[in-house]
């Protein structure tokens, strides 16, 4: 890899990492719902479970896909269907009442699976792998890639989580968060519209 395929990477890594998503609309929701710190096993989830789906789509997951294209279909519904799911659990998020104790954001494991469902996650990794992963030397291209993306994915998406921790004040409101929370969910599902349309 030279290094301005690198710098070139680099740059692919953070803008898709650090624009809204799937991911990223979670990771906000949860630091506003449950703060930064019981937002980490998600974080580091989403970080290491699309960090291992770069990984699988460069050693050959992606291959499957050009060999069945159904299975763009059946992940395409699969995730989009997953994800209403979340819009859903999201948007019935209540307010905490004071001394109440929130249920969990998603745990590390779910938030590592969730990854293999993602559409934009796969989107993501099919385009570092195709563009950016030069042939001669490929594994060790391939493991820079992954690597790289896991140096500027997590704080990328620790951006969300924080910024969703600070706006925690200003929506300790029952009907501000009640709101706040319904708006995360309708993006989460509007999130859906290129997916479900092509």
Known sequence: MTPQLLL???????????????????LLASGVNHGFR????????????FCGLVLAVGLGLGGLFSA??????VLRYAGSAYLLYLAWKIARS???EP?????????????????????KAWIMAVGAVAAYTPTE??????????????????PC?????VGGTLLRGLLA??????????????LLAASLYPILMS
Do not use: K
């Open 8 to 26: 070139a990477f680099v740059g692919y890594a953070f803008v898709t990492s650090i624009t809204p998503g799937p991911n990223n609309t979670l």
């Open 173 to 186: 409101d029952p009907a501000r968060q009640r709101v706040f929370n319904i708006g995360m969910a309708l």
């Open 38 to 49: 019981a937002s980490l096993p998600l974080l580091f989830g989403i970080n290491l479970g």
């Open 99 to 119: 001394g109440a104790e929130a249920a969990p954001p998603l745990s590390f494991p779910a938030a590592a699976a969730f990854q293999w469902v993602n559409p």
């Open 137 to 154: 030397g490929y594994f060790l291209n391939l493991a820079i890639v992954v690597l790289v993306y896991a140096l500027v994915n997590g």
């Open 94 to 96: 209540a307010p905490l």
């Open 157 to 161: 998406i620790a951006v969300w989580a």
């Open 68 to 73: 069945l294209p159904v299975l763009h279909d």
